[in-house]
Every structure is written in C-alpha cells, then in structure tokens.
Nanobody
Framework: QVQLVESGGGLVQAGWSLRLSCAAS????????MGWYRQAPGKQRELVAI??????NYADSVKGRFTISRDNAKNTVYLQMNSLKPEDTAVYYC???????????????WGQGTLVTVSS
C-alpha cells in the first residue's frame, strides 16, 4: 500500500516558521497531485496548498506566507510556513493522488496528520 507520513509539526510562537514534510512510500509507480490540508478544532478540513503539474494554488489565508514545493525524485512534498499566526493552528494533512501500476487508476492517499500549534 502507498502511505504518506507527515512530519515537522510542533509548537511555535506567532511570527515563527515551520517546514512540514510529507514522504510517500510503498509500491509507487507515479504520483500526480500532492497537497496540504488542515483541520482546526471545530472546523471543517480545508485546502491549504496544492501542487499539480507546474501549477500551485493556495488558500487566500496563507498566500504570501506559505510555500508548497516538491522533490519528485524523493516522492516528497513540503510546506514552508512563515509568519505563522494563531489561526494557523490545526492538524495538517498531506494528500496525494498515486497509482501503483501503469494504467491503474489514481487513488487519493492521506497521511495521518501532524499538529501545528501557534501561540500568541
């Protein structure tokens, strides 16, 4: 099975930075879209940033502060988070569309999440 493992979360003060990593492992043939989502306490899960092809997209709330990047050779996606705000506090989840064989359907895979807590 393909699995995603996030890392890099923690407790930081407002204005600080963190970099999240998400590494895909398993019998991976190809990965297409990779992205980051987050879910704050009592809130719905929301898209933070996504990388597809040569394009990236960000939630309005993180534009100018967060940057998504990929190392395709390592099947890894990163989220550089600068100027963190208390509102960024959430569990951050990695998502990827992956297939294990040529011609197989791409399936979405989710990581277990990593907690980011930003204090005032």
């Amino acid at each position: 099975q393909v699995q995603l493992v996030e890392s890099g979360g923690g407790l930081v003060q407002a204005g600080w930075s963190l970099r999240l990593s998400c590494a895909a492992s398993g019998s991976i043939f190809s990965i297409d879209t990779m992205g980051w989502y987050r879910q704050a306490p009592g809130k719905q899960r929301e898209l933070v940033a996504i990388s597809v092809g040569d394009n990236t997209n960000y939630a309005d709330s993180v534009k100018g502060r967060f940057t998504i990047s990929r190392d395709n050779a390592k099947n890894t996606v990163y989220l550089q988070m600068n100027s963190l705000k208390p509102e960024d506090t959430a569990v951050y989840y990695c998502r990827a569309d992956a297939t294990v064989r040529a011609g197989y359907r791409y399936l979405e895979v989710w990581g277990q999440g990593t907690l980011v807590t930003v204090s005032s």
